[in-house]
């Protein structure tokens, strides 16, 4: 391998945090940053409903994922890795927990049957609505007036802004939540060194994105996945100096032929180009 190829993979890319955390094997790692973030005890950490990206390229929405992780056997939790800010963030978190909170009850079965339902955002970037708030925040359905009254623990929500973790003393869980956080940001620091003495379930995590950086394959993912990040970027900004909503749909497109066009070039079967960028097959094969 060459200097560049050796180069270790971000774990803050999404399709790298998503096989770091979200594969079967990964589930020691996973529990330490659950317990961490959610400061409680996690006996057991089921990782069997992500899929296998090392299998599959990403797909749907320029191949944004998440890690869905089972906890104590009944509760689910969704992890998100977010660099991008698309304004729509909170949205979003609703409609995650939704969907995935009503999974857990079958047809038939009593509402009681209901669990908890949390979703993890951990964001490269501030969200402007909470921005006086300290860099990991929790979030449930409350009674106005009162403010402290919770009305239902099935509802969780955890946000976490990376860029102000250093703004405040850490100490404790939200101390160890850095700790991470900093593995996130730059796993080969010395600071992240000194961590993995006293964190195994770091140092695993660490050992595994090592073995990662150097799979050609997985690299090819990232490489994908980060072009689509930046396209998508430079079409957010073209879309807001343009003021025109059109031109964020224009340059997603050209994003997404950009990526088609790689595929392509790997000699990736055409059927499953059209799988994973929804393009058509005339569209792909007029892509040189």
Same mark, same amino acid.
């Given at each position: 391998?060459?200097?560049?190829?050796?180069?270790?993979?971000?774990?803050?890319?999404?399709?790298?945090?998503?096989?770091?955390?979200?594969?079967?094997?990964?589930?020691?790692?996973?529990? %330490?940053?659950?317990?961490?973030?959610?400061?409680?005890?996690?006996?057991?950490?089921?990782?069997?409903?992500?899929?296998?990206?090392?299998?599959?390229?990403?797909?749907?929405?320029?191949?944004?994922?998440?890690?869905? /992780?089972?906890?104590?056997?009944?509760?689910?939790?969704?992890?998100?890795?977010?660099?991008? %800010?698309?304004?729509?963030?909170?949205?979003?978190?609703?409609?995650?927990?939704?969907?995935?909170? *009503?999974?857990?009850?079958?047809?038939?079965?009593?509402?009681?049957?209901?669990?908890?339902?949390?979703?993890?955002?951990? $964001?490269?970037?501030?969200?402007?609505?909470?921005?006086?708030?300290?860099?990991?925040?929790?979030?449930?359905?409350?009674?106005?007036?009162?403010?402290?009254?919770?009305?239902?623990?099935?509802?969780?929500?955890?946000?976490?802004?990376?860029?102000?973790?250093?703004r405040n003393k850490t100490e404790g869980k939200e101390g160890k939540?850095?700790?991470?956080?900093?593995?996130?940001?730059?796993?080969?620091?010395?600071?992240?060194?000194?961590y993995m003495e006293q964190n195994k379930?770091?140092?695993?995590?660490?050992?595994?994105?090592?073995?990662?950086?150097?799979? /050609?394959? *997985?690299?090819?993912? $990232?490489?994908?996945?980060?072009? /689509?990040?930046?396209?998508?970027?430079? /079409?957010?900004?073209? &879309?807001?100096?343009?003021?025109?909503?059109?031109?964020?749909?224009? &340059?997603?497109?050209?994003?997404?032929?950009?990526?088609?066009?790689?595929?392509?070039?790997?000699?990736?079967?055409?059927?499953?180009?059209?799988?994973?960028?929804?393009?058509?097959?005339?569209?792909?094969?007029?892509?040189?």
């Open positions: 391998m060459s200097n560049e190829e050796k180069k270790i993979l971000s774990p803050k890319l999404d399709v790298v945090f998503q096989i770091l955390f979200g594969e079967v094997g990964s589930e020691q790692i996973t529990k %330490d940053l659950l317990s961490t973030v959610l400061d409680e005890t996690i006996e057991t950490v089921n990782l069997n409903e992500n899929i296998v990206l090392r299998e599959e390229l990403p797909n749907d929405k320029m191949g944004i994922v998440d890690v869905l /992780a089972k906890i104590n056997g009944n509760e689910f939790c969704n992890i998100e890795m977010q660099l991008v %800010d698309k304004k729509n963030i909170l949205k979003r978190l609703l409609f995650y927990w939704s969907k995935q909170h *009503i999974k857990g009850i079958k047809s038939g079965e009593d509402y009681k049957e209901l669990k908890r339902t949390i979703v993890v955002l951990i $964001a490269d970037f501030e969200l402007e609505s909470i921005k006086e708030l300290e860099f990991h925040s929790i979030w449930q359905i409350i009674e106005k007036k009162r403010r402290k009254l919770v009305l239902t623990d099935d509802l969780e929500l955890h946000i976490i802004e990376m860029p102000k973790m250093y939540l850095k700790e991470w956080l900093e593995f996130l940001e730059n796993p080969e620091s010395k600071e992240v060194e000194n379930n770091m140092k695993e995590a660490k050992e595994k994105l090592d073995t990662m950086s150097e799979d /050609a394959k *997985i690299r090819r993912i $990232a490489e994908l996945r980060e072009k /689509a990040i930046l396209d998508e970027k430079e /079409a957010e900004y073209t &879309g807001y100096c343009k003021g025109k909503e059109d031109g964020r749909a224009e &340059g997603k497109n050209e994003a997404i032929k950009t990526i088609a066009k790689s595929m392509k070039e790997e000699g990736i079967d055409i059927e499953k180009i059209m799988r994973v960028t929804k393009l058509s097959r005339e569209e792909i094969e007029m892509l040189s």
